[in-house]
């Protein structure tokens, strides 16, 4: 299993816009904005996929998380960037099914030309961007130090301690250590410069 580093986005950088389908069962096939949520206090957008088992092994700890962190005011968004063609699990019909297999409480959206994941330079999934209140970026990186392979418990502690600091409006350490996941499945032609094909 090969593993790909975030890229540990420049903190401060601001949240690029966006407007994704959401595939979640309950959302009617609506869209979603970033600006659909101006008035959160935080805002934590995810890059996750249906097959990775990164993903796999923190679904059900992250979607707790999600759902602990909303009454304080914590938005948080979920995209899958992944080239569906190559990857038929991570089609939009499929994160439909996931979304409702797993009881998601966050929108799941879905970036059919990798232009957001581009924008937001993922690498990965998860890949975690969270924003404070001013959509500036306070934290990248990973969960916890649990992977697929290791002993590590899911605990979630690096990113709740994030949104634990954004949410009380304290300074969160420049010391982050890069989330670690399978590598985002880019279409032909559109890999990014930032990362390696």
Known sequence: MVSTASTMQVLGSKAPAFTLPNTHPRSGGATVSLSDYADSKALLVAFICNHCPYVIHIRDAFNAFAQE???RGLTTIAISANDADTHPDDAPEKMAEEAARHGFGFPYLYDEDQAVAKAYRAACTPDFFL???HRQLAYRGQFDASRPKNSEPVTGI????????VLAGNAIS???????GCNIKWKAGREPDYFPT
């Open 69 to 71: 962190y909303a009454p």
């Open 131 to 133: 924003f404070d209140e």
């Open 158 to 165: 690096d990113l709740r301690n994030a949104a634990d600091a």
């Open 174 to 180: 420049g010391e982050q250590i890069p989330s670690i």
